[in-house]
């Protein structure tokens, strides 16, 4: 590990992990949401359902990791991954009630654009979170 | 409210505290507000309480004791011609879980009802005196999958259960039928969302009719598995053949013929998540060739904007129900009045058992109500009949299902799959000193 205070340091690897769920749910969402609207096929939905139930289980502990992560620090910028992953989790969180109406009304523009905003904001905070490390200090 | 449970910050998502001022929603024009989709549906669930030495309320000159106890999820009932009463007992439903809400709702409903397992058999009652205190109670019919509707032709009992309509031969007299059934017809019960199948005997005997609720609330299972769904057949007694005669009738939970027309009349549950006072449930003639709207539309035409793709012609040939019951009210019993009623001012009508609803913060149902009729028509707003189902701190004692008069005797007998007991409400005249009842939940 490095002890070298401007050295970049990696996530911890479970903190990793748990970021990788929410990366690969919320777009994963995303197209089945798509694909829901555009079949009409209600097992998309259901797909979508519970992608992102997926993504809110496992995102909340990567979240609230970021959030410790980020505290401590003084580091300008540190806030903007936690803050990206509260954007994908809490439109995710309503995106999960509106999943839980029915037919049509589980996903219809709403769900979508809830769906893209999750994707979007998960996807950028992943870059951020593997390829700009915080630096100073042991991976946490 | 969904106290004591974690999802209690949900209720301010549902954003369902408030009520509208209050909708006329019953009789044959209900006011029918705009429809209100919430991120969360409001849910309000009556926990159980034991009755304790509380009883149903009944209107003056009217008494109610329970008539037997500690049954095992009672739902529909029969009066066989010697006065034996028949309970079916019995829960069904094999719907797999497919998204987290099937999980979260589920176990959420689950919270409203009895945790006695259902018994799936028939239990017979048998009060000869009349006393209110059955002199004979055996398992008339075992090892049932799940049974609720009855009729008796002749000597020939059909027992709707979750999939089959079943004929046993039926001795007078008998306490207890051992020989298997016959299967009449199979019954649609892939899924089976809602599985009770209602059942009611033509007048002239050569016809059964039976009630095949819907897969889905809306069609969220998808519309393939609402193939012979929200349907009422006509099945010919001698062959078993069947046909629809209506579709588009979402949950027809009981079907009963009105004995002075000889019609057809079921109670249907309609949809939920469109708002605490939509739509309403109802009371209707079943006509021949009928389409109820459901998963279209409701009421009518009002359009369902949840069903993709919409279908524009079969709302159109949308018919209005007879008589609005009330949104969520989950009306499960119908039982028409015969020779003069229970009294006078209950000569024409019909009993209607509401289980009670989840789906609106201020709980509806929960009672038997009484529809006056005219020249077999509904004349006029429902009375409450049998009421005090919930107690003064909110919590359920009870929830009514089947309902059934039995002219001779003079008596409604109410189902109450909660407390698992047979309520029985007479004249007060006709019977001294009534027993309290002590049901336990």
Redesign the interface.
Known sequence: MALDAAAPVRLHPLHALLLAFPVGFFPAALAADITYLNSAEMQWSNFASWAITGALIVGAPALAWSVLRALPGKARGRWIVPLLLAVAWAAGLLNAFGHSRDAWSSVGTTGLLLSVVSTVAILAAGWLAFAAPVRGGLAR | MIRALPLLP?AL?AGCGGQPTDVRQTGPDPQLPAQH?T???PMKIARPEAWGDARPTVPAGFQITALATDLKVPRQMLVLPNGDLLVAEGKGGHAPK????DV??GYIKSLGTTSVKGGDRITLLRDADGDGRPEVRTTFIDKLDAPYGLALIGNELFVAEQGALTRFAYTPGATRIATPGWQVTKLPSRINHHWTKSLAASADGTKLYVGIGSN???????LEVEEDRAVVWEVDRATGAHRAIATGIRNPTALAIDPATNALWSVVNERD?LGARLVPDYLTQVRDGAFYGW?YSYWGRNVD?????QRPDMVARALVPDYALGSHVAALGLSFASNGGIAPQYGEGAFVGEHGSWNRQDLAGYKVTWVPFARGRPAGQPRDFVTGFIGPDGKARGRPVGVLFDPRRKALYVADDLSNTVWRVTPAATTAAAERPRPRG
């Open positions: 949900l998502l989709q991120l969360v549906p497919l998204r987290p809400k979260i709702a889905s609330n809306v069609g969220e299972r998808g998540e998963p904007p949840r069903v993709h793709p």
